[in-house]
């Protein structure tokens, strides 16, 4: 069994329907990172609405300074089946 914890054993991971022929790495989506809708001002074109959207599951797992993302240690990582229980106990024995 591996120890690593894999974003597409997380229940927190999903697909959008459309996104069923793209790879994993490139169609996973995270619940816990949604990024609301938002109005940037470019002083060029002026106003611009970035519509509201969840961020790929790889993105929210590459290590940065926010501390709302998942990151290598994978934070919010929950198991998606019951096979994956024993994976979150050590994670949370650990993290202790």
Same mark, same amino acid.
């Not at 994956?84 to 106990?89: A, N, R, T």
């Given at each position: 069994?591996?120890?690593t914890l894999? +974003? #597409?054993e997380c229940v927190h991971s999903f697909k959008?329907?459309?996104d069923f022929f793209w790879s994993d790495r490139i169609a996973l989506? +995270? #619940?816990?990172a949604f990024r609301p809708e938002e109005?940037?001002?470019?002083?060029v074109t002026g106003p611009e609405t970035v519509p509201?959207?969840?961020?790929?599951?790889g993105?929210?797992?590459i290590t940065n300074s926010k501390r709302t993302s998942c990151g290598e240690e994978a934070q919010f990582w929950q198991p998606k089946h019951k096979s994956?229980?024993?994976?979150?106990?050590k994670k949370e024995h650990n993290g202790q």
């Open positions: 069994m591996s120890e894999l +974003c #597409k959008y329907w459309h989506k +995270c #619940k816990k109005t940037k001002v470019d002083p509201a959207y969840y961020e790929r599951c993105m929210e797992r994956g229980l024993f994976k979150l106990i």
